[in-house]
């Protein structure tokens, strides 16, 4: 494919305002949580990122251009699309991962909590807590 | 040799004591462990007045983690044997000696209780959970080249071996035929012996309706994965 081929994109410059707008936005907001200790630095590094490629875009059209005529897609706003897809399977992905580590290790700890319970019933301390409580979801 | 029942209990509170009592009468030499999972109907309670040792879990793990955790049990407590007897009185206690026979006699690693060999001659399941049951020993077959006839059954024998690699790291979702295929793919010997279970008396399955066909798909998924693991020594 040759460049010529790959469409106008973000000419407008309402459109590219919004875009920066949302994307310092963005940034306001992973940087406002992680002060307040409820994002984990290691996940927002992630967004920042998410935020630095939103803001090459919108500042630079052009890239996303000329990126598109290196690769061969024909229109530049697939190119984005592609771009933004894969970066949501790889958070998806990574989540998952964290998802099964914590399942673990919950698995771990409860029985290690269990256990200490069981340990200090044999030497006849009971330690009465509260009941479980319902989880919202069963075949977890 | 120390041999434990390891009994998972998940809202169990009609059958438990039940339960507890046959073991206690019909599986003499055998330590009862309950594995109360995170139960919302007093279950834990029952099983501590009828006498048994209860690990109690705090949250709700399903029945992967519960007995992985009376598998870590049984390996802190120095077991040899452990015997997993669900607490819903579906596995007569008669049958934990014959289950965990060839195991004990160290002719296998594994050892399954299952409900369609010759001479097994009790509850056998819905036409259309066999149907999922045959499905998934055909797939094992095919991966394993061994027959089991009952890869779902959670009536089951596990040498030290196991015991201690399963404590490291267990299925936490419908593990049963998984660990089947975890096994033989690690080159174990995994043995199928006839019992006579009842049908469902208290509780209710994990598994029903329309959920079955998806879970001979996802096992069948996790049974060719398996194929390519090995458990740790």
Redesign the interface.
Same mark, same amino acid.
């Given at each position: 494919m040759n460049s010529d081929a790959a469409g106008p994109i973000l000419v407008l410059p309402v459109a590219q305002a919004l875009l920066v707008a949302g994307c310092l936005l963005a940034l306001a907001t992973v940087v406002v949580l992680v002060r307040r200790n409820r994002l984990e630095l290691r996940y927002s590094l992630l967004w920042l990122l998410a935020v630095v490629a939103g803001l090459v875009v919108a500042l630079w059209p052009e890239l996303a251009r000329t990126v598109s005529g290196l690769v061969g897609i024909r229109y530049t706003f697939n190119t984005v699309f592609l771009a933004v897809m894969g970066f949501q399977l790889a958070v998806t992905f990574m989540l998952t991962l964290a998802a099964s580590r914590s *399942? /673990?290790d919950?698995?771990r700890l409860?029985?290690e909590?269990?256990?200490l319970?069981?340990e200090l019933e044999q030497r006849g301390i009971r330690l009465d807590?509260s009941?479980?409580p319902?989880?919202d979801e *069963? /075949?977890? | 040799m120390r041999r434990l029942v390891i009994v998972p209990a998940y809202n169990e509170a009609e059958r438990i004591a039940a339960t507890l009592a046959e073991l206690r009468a019909e599986a003499p030499g055998w330590d009862v462990l309950v594995?109360n999972d995170?139960?919302?109907d007093g279950t834990a309670a029952l099983a501590r007045e009828a006498g048994a040792?209860?690990?109690?879990?705090?949250?709700?793990?399903?029945i992967g983690?519960a007995v992985?955790?009376g598998f870590?049990?049984a390996v802190?407590c120095g077991y040899e044997v452990a015997v997993q007897c669900d607490g819903d009185g579906q596995h007569p206690a008669r049958f934990v000696e014959a289950v965990a026979r060839p195991v004990l006699d160290g002719a296998c690693d594994l050892a399954i209780g299952s409900r369609f060999l010759p001479g097994a001659d009790g509850d056998r399941s819905t036409p259309l959970r066999r149907v999922g049951i045959d499905l998934l020993g055909l797939l094992i077959r095919v991966l394993f080249g061994q027959r089991v006839t009952d890869c779902t059954s959670g009536f089951r024998a596990f040498d030290r071996r196991l015991l201690r690699s399963f404590a490291l790291h267990y299925p936490?979702d419908y593990p049963e035929p998984e660990v089947c295929g975890l096994a033989l793919a690690s080159g174990l010997r995994v043995r199928e012996v006839p019992v006579a279970m009842r049908a469902r008396q208290g509780g209710r399955s994990?598994i029903s309706g329309l959920d079955g066909a998806l879970y001979v798909v996802k096992v069948g998924v996790a049974l060719v994965l398996s194929r390519l693991r090995t458990l740790p020594a």
């Open positions: *399942r /673990r919950r698995a409860a029985y909590l269990a256990r319970r069981l807590s009941p479980a319902p989880p *069963r /075949r977890d | 594995v995170a139960s919302e040792r209860c690990l109690d879990l705090p949250v709700h793990l399903g983690g992985q955790a870590r049990h802190d936490l994990s």
